[in-house]
Structure formats: structure tokens, C-alpha cells
Nanobody, 123 residues
Framework: QVQLLESGGGWVQPGGSLTLSCAAS????????MGWFRQAPGKDREFVTA????????VYADSVRGRFTISGDSAKSRVYLQMNSLKPEDTAVYYC????????????????WGQGTQVTVSS
């Protein structure tokens, strides 16, 4: 089994920054990707970004490209999401997830999920 624990959420004013962290523990995989998804009230869960195990490949949703940066530390089994220039529409619960078969933006390929951390962007 795999456990994922997010941290770093909170409240920030528009234009501000936050960094989310996700710690993974449990079994290992020969290849995997770690991703961030988010879900706003009344909306479906949506893909934000993902990073490959090596860290050499990343993918971003159009809505966050250029503002958010994903990074990983495979030795520490951690992944980070640096969020800059935050907008009210970024308000959501952010989830860390792990896909055992490699990089993907498809939530159905992520078998393991954290409990989520709330990010609120408002003035």
C-alpha cells in the first residue's frame, strides 16, 4: 500500500504564492508519476500537473502553466507544487496522487490519493 500526505495549504490573497508538499510512504514502484489534482465546490476533480519518477518529464494543465511548478525529490519520496500568481479560481482542495504506470493527466490512472489540502485565494 501507499500513503500520501499533503501539507502547505491555506489562505492567500490574489497574486500571492503557496507551496504544497506531498510525502509518499509505503511500497515502491519501478516506474511511477506523481500528480496534483484539484476540486472546487460543485465542480469535478481536475488535473493540475504531474511529474515523472526521474523528474525529467512534467505536464501541466493550460490553466496553471507558467504559474505553477511541480518538482520532486525521489530520494525523499516527496513532490512539491509551487503556486505563484494565484487567482480566486485556483481555490480548491488540492490532492496529491500516484500513478504506478507512469506520467499521465488521466485521474483514472492514479491508484493512490491523499486526503487533500484546502487552498483558498481571496481578498
Amino acid at each position: 500500500q501507499v500513503q500520501l500526505l499533503e501539507s502547505g495549504g491555506g489562505w492567500v490573497q490574489p497574486g500571492g504564492s503557496l507551496t504544497l508538499s506531498c510525502a509518499a510512504s509505503g511500497r515502491g514502484f519501478s516506474d511511477y508519476a506523481m500528480g496534483w489534482f484539484r476540486q472546487a465546490p460543485g465542480k469535478d476533480r481536475e488535473f493540475v500537473t504531474a511529474i515523472s519518477k526521474s523528474g525529467r518529464s512534467t505536464v501541466y494543465a493550460d490553466s496553471v502553466r507558467g504559474r505553477f511548478t511541480i518538482s520532486g525529490d525521489s530520494a525523499k519520496s516527496r513532490v512539491y507544487l509551487q503556486m505563484n500568481s494565484l487567482k480566486p479560481e485556483d481555490t480548491a482542495v488540492y490532492y496529491c496522487a500516484l500513478a504506478p504506470r507512469g506520467l499521465s493527466a488521466r485521474p483514472e490512472l492514479y491508484d493512490y490519493w491523499g486526503q487533500g489540502t484546502q487552498v483558498t485565494v481571496s481578498s
